[in-house]
């Protein structure tokens, strides 16, 4: 599976507060979530990205503020082939 790396230094790690695998996680979220509200990815696509259910990922946009609405044509097509 190809894999990207995002390279940062340990200042912005010290300032977010977080252990490397939460930073990273957060990364894999955002990226997941503007992908989708993008329409470039799928919720499904997008969720498991984010390594997080379609239910957690939905409840995840809110506060990031990104509509579920976002949800459009293609995605139906995806959940209707995915289920």
């Given at each position: ?52 259910s379609k239910a957690e990922f939905a409840l ?24």
């Open positions: 599976m190809p894999t990207a790396h995002i390279p940062y230094d340990d200042r912005l790690l010290l300032a977010s507060g977080r252990s490397p695998a939460e930073l990273e996680q957060e990364f894999r979220l955002l990226l997941g979530a503007k992908l989708y509200e993008l329409g470039r990815l799928s919720l499904g696509q997008a969720a498991a990205l984010a390594g997080r995840d946009l809110a506060p990031l503020g990104v509509s579920i609405l976002n949800f459009g044509i293609e995605d139906l097509k995806h959940e209707i082939h995915d289920s």
